[in-house]
């Protein structure tokens, strides 16, 4: 970065990419003073960084994309709304100082990352601490792995986008009920259920959602869920279940049936979503068959 812009430059711009190269800024650098968007591609951020903080008072849009030691970018946005990591294993370990305009997140990981379980426990409540006024948080399953209790809950939270979300893998199962359970105002909830991997033993997750306390908290202001790539398992089917009976304000549920799944699966699907009982008077359901 110290090659691609000075002092007097870096106080005018106002939208910044930087693309394939190392982020080490000179000794005298005082920050991105005007800077309202931010995107960064296959940066690495090496070790230069840590304790070393970078001023954006203005930056409103922040997105990183295939970036390396990204726990190092350490940074202090107090207009900061909304932020996106795609592919930067360090992402739960970025250092959002004072960001308490943050509304949107996004974080999401194309493929598994080494250690992923000792990483992702170890820094995703921390990272949600951090987001204390987001509104709209979207995680796929790489990243979605949290402990059972987070320090507080996320009251600000109102729409959940679980991407690429097994529900037949038990421990991605415990994840997103833990995030239901600490999600007082959640008003949208909407799940991505990619095919599931045959190495996944769906019986764990399948017995947990039906036991009696698999749920214990009643979802009283969620208003719409969308599920999407539903293939009919019984993890699915009970998900669903689950979500009826804790759900007294639900208005929508709109299910998108997998490609693969043909004319007959889909009827099955159907019948068998009608016949749970739900805890909303209001409840409609819309089942949409996708283009072929």
């Known amino acids: 970065m110290g090659r691609s812009g000075t002092p007097e430059l870096s106080g005018k711009l106002t939208k910044l990419e930087l693309d394939n190269c190392f982020f080490k800024p000179p000794l005298e650098f005082e920050g991105f003073l005007n800077l309202e968007e931010l995107l960064q591609k296959d940066i690495d951020f090496g070790a230069s960084l ?8 203005q930056l409103k849009k922040l997105s990183l994309l295939v970036c390396t030691n990204v726990c190092n970018f350490n940074i202090k ?45 170890m820094n995703f409540a921390t990272m949600l601490s951090n987001l204390s006024r987001v509104q709209y948080f979207y995680i796929d399953r790489h990243f979605l792995k949290i402990p059972k209790l987070l ?31 600490n999600s007082p105002n959640l008003e949208e909830l909407s799940a991505m259920h990619p095919e599931m991997e045959p190495r996944i033993d769906v019986g764990p997750a399948s017995n947990h959602l039906v036991s009696p306390n698999c749920l214990d908290c009643t979802l009283n202001r969620l208003q719409t869920v969308n599920i999407k790539c539903f293939e009919g398992s ?37 019948k ?8 909303s008077p209001k409840e409609k359901m819309f089942y949409l068959i996708p283009k072929t």
């Open 50 to 57: 840590c304790g070393t903080k970078v001023n954006l008072p």
């Open 272 to 279: 068998d979503v009608i016949q749970f009982p739900g805890a």
């Open 234 to 270: 019984k993890p699915e089917l009970l998900f669903i279940k689950l979500l009826l009976a804790h759900s007294p304000s639900l208005d929508k549920l709109n299910i998108t049936p997998s490609e693969k799944t043909d004319a007959q699966k889909r009827f099955d699907i159907a």
């Open 77 to 121: 946005a107090t207009k900061l709304q909304n932020l996106s990591a795609y592919a930067c294993p360090g992402a739960m370990s970025l250092r959002l100082l004072d960001s308490p305009c943050l509304s949107v997140a996004i974080i999401a990981f194309e493929k598994p990352i080494e250690d992923f379980v000792r990483v992702g426990k």
């Open 151 to 181: 320090p507080r809950a996320i009251s600000s939270l109102r729409c959940l986008w679980l991407m690429d979300f097994q529900v037949g893998d038990v421990d991605l199962l415990h994840a997103a009920l833990c995030l239901l359970r």
